[in-house]
Nanobody
Framework: QVQLVESGGGLVQAGGSLRLSCAASGRTFSSYVMHWFRQAPGKEREFVAAITWTGARTYYRDSVKGRFTISRDNPKNTVYLQMNILKPEDTAVYYC?????????????????WGKGTLVTVSS
């Protein structure tokens, strides 16, 4: 069980950048694969990115590859999502999640392993 708190969301224009942060506490942070998911109004929660505990492997959905970068700082118990060249279709609530293995479907992650989300709005 971990506690996750996201921050860094806001309103930006298309083409702009934001960096999201996820602060973790509770169980050993470095033993988890950390994920970012997002959910737009009326849509299902979708996978955005993941990073293994060593940071050696990263995973991205195709629509953000080359624009978003996930990273982690284990001594700070923090995961980041750097988002560049933002598009209106990136508008969503972004959630941080922890799992023992990489999960690309939200239902595969335990209900107590999610943050409460941070809203990203990209205007055109």
């Amino acid at each position: 069980q971990v506690q996750l708190v996201e921050s860094g969301g806001g309103l930006v224009q298309a083409g702009g950048s934001l960096r999201l942060s996820c602060a973790a506490s509770g169980r050993t942070f470095s033993s988890y694969v950390m994920h970012w998911f997002r959910q737009a109004p009326g849509k299902e929660r979708e996978f955005v990115a993941a990073i293994t505990w060593t940071g050696a492997r990263t995973y991205y959905r195709d629509s953000v590859k080359g624009r978003f970068t996930i990273s982690r700082d284990n001594p700070k118990n923090t995961v980041y999502l750097q988002m560049n060249i933002l598009k209106p279709e990136d508008t969503a609530v972004y959630y941080c999640a922890a799992s023992p293995v990489v999960r690309t479907v939200a239902a595969g992650i335990a209900a107590d392993s999610w943050g409460k989300g941070t809203l990203v709005t990209v205007s055109s």
